[in-house]
């Protein structure tokens, strides 16, 4: 795990402020859009196109597991290629582990090297998900949140897919719902995880837990977070959700209770987990892979536990 300085790359650990962890910004804001008009940030000049993009993902990583959800949601799969890196993330941090003869950069063993291949000097962390304009041969977002608000609706002309997640109605509520999710449980099992003394670590574990009770609260009254209507917001919480108790519960110490104990969540969760598809997009292999294994500062002895058992097909009770 490391990042680059200047276009050179250092094996080094997260900094953090008093024992938090903080997420660095993305850099990488342009927008696909229909026509090629900018986006709201960046440049323009991408426009939607088949076969133009490709995406680099990690199947452990929850921000680029939204990506591949939207994909597959908006019948992307056929138009946008992608790149799956190994689990492993070591001292060159994501690598490529087998040549893919869908990757478009020839010979690249390690995503730095995509980076610094669209800037040389690039300074900042390596992350996943990256959406990569293979005419342009460039970088266009390494911000998920954003490209699957451009997955949602700028292809929508060439695959016919009008399934809409944000729609223009619920986007205030579904914005609030995303800020404190984001904060409190996205994030917020990072800051838990990642912190390195004791009062950062239970700040977050107590916003985690107090958002989980509040969600759960939510799902006893609605089917989704905003309402009746299956939105993006859900698709965010769901990367988070299927993570916990194999992940989060135990080498992130959220161990105050499982998604599992939670009435509503664990049916809910279920349910998005049944959607058609949904679970060929989510690898548990992975997921506990990449996370105990890499973090070594975390699990030192990099064993990957054989658990948790749990069923994700079994019936749900959310209609
Ligand atoms: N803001 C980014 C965050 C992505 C991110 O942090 N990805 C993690 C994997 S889960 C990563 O690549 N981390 C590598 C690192 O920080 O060195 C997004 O949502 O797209």
Not at 31 to 53: I, K, M, N
Not at 196 to 204: H, I, P
Not at 283 to 305: D, E, L, Q
């Amino acid at each position: 795990m490391g990042l680059l300085i200047d276009g050179t790359w250092h094996d080094q650990w997260y900094t953090s402020e008093n024992g938090e962890f903080v997420r660095e910004h993305a850099q990488y804001r342009n927008w696909v859009t229909a026509d090629g008009q900018p986006g709201l940030s960046g440049d323009g000049g991408f426009a939607a196109e088949s076969g133009r993009y490709h995406l680099f993902v990690s199947l452990a990583c929850p921000w680029a597991h939204r990506t591949l959800i939207f994909r597959l949601l908006k019948d992307l799969e056929k138009h946008i290629g992608v790149t799956v890196v190994d689990p492993k993330m070591l001292k060159h941090g994501w690598t490529f582990s087998e040549v893919s003869q869908d990757n478009p950069i020839a010979n690249i063993q390690y995503l730095y090297q995509l980076y610094i291949h669209v800037k040389p000097d690039y300074t900042g962390r390596v992350t996943v998900p990256v959406l990569w304009d293979k005419q342009r041969n460039m970088i266009v977002s390494n911000e998920s949140s954003e490209i699957i608000r451009m997955f949602n609706s700028a292809f929508d002309a060439i695959t016919g897919n009008d399934l809409d997640f944000y729609p223009e109605v619920l986007r205030n509520e579904i914005d609030a719902i995303n800020e404190v999710v984001y904060r409190d449980f996205n994030n917020g099992v990072y800051r838990a995880g990642f912190a390195t003394e004791q009062s950062a670590y239970e700040k977050a574990y107590n916003q985690v837990f107090a958002r989980l009770d509040k969600i759960d609260n939510i799902l006893s009254k609605c089917r989704y977070l905003a309402g009746d209507q299956l939105t993006e917001a859900d698709w965010r919480l769901f990367t988070t959700l299927i993570r916990f108790d194999s992940v989060y519960y135990s080498h992130f110490k959220l161990n105050k209770q499982r998604i599992e104990d939670y009435p509503n969540l664990s049916n809910y969760l279920r349910a998005l987990y049944q959607m058609p598809g949904i679970a060929s997009t989510t690898n548990f292999g992975h997921i506990k892979t990449h996370y105990y294994y890499s973090h070594s500062m975390i699990n030192p002895t990099r064993i990957v536990p054989k658990g948790p058992e749990i069923d994700y097909t079994r019936p749900h009770n959310r209609g």
